[in-house]
C-alpha cells in the first residue's frame, strides 16, 4: 500500500484535528480587540423601530449635533430675581 501525501502546507485540509494546533484554542480571543476597534453600534429595539436604515440614523444624530451646536453659545435667561437682589 502506498502512504497518502502529506498535505500540502499551502492547502486547505477536509478537516483538522485538535493536534494539528499545537497552542490550543481560545474562545473570544479577539473580542476585545474588536469591540476596541469596531464602530458598530447596538439598538435598543424600540430605538431600531424608530429607524428604518441607517441613512435615518444618520440623518437624526446630525441633525441632533447640528442643534446642540447652534444652541450651546445662547447665554442662559434666568426666570426669577437676579442673585443680587436677591440677597437684599
Do not use: C, W
Not at 20 to 47: C, H, M, T, W
Amino acid at each position: 500500500m502506498k502512504k497518502d501525501k502529506a498535505p500540502d502546507s499551502g492547502e486547505l485540509r477536509a478537516e483538522y484535528k485538535r493536534g494539528d494546533f499545537p497552542g490550543g484554542f481560545v474562545r473570544g480571543k479577539y473580542a476585545q480587540r474588536l469591540r476596541e476597534s469596531s464602530n458598530i453600534v447596538v439598538l435598543k429595539p424600540e430605538v431600531a423601530k424608530a429607524f428604518p436604515n441607517e441613512e435615518a440614523v444618520n440623518t437624526a444624530l446630525l441633525s441632533l449635533i447640528d442643534l446642540v451646536e447652534k444652541t450651546k453659545h445662547l447665554t442662559k435667561r434666568g426666570t426669577g430675581a437676579s442673585p443680587k437682589r436677591a440677597a437684599r
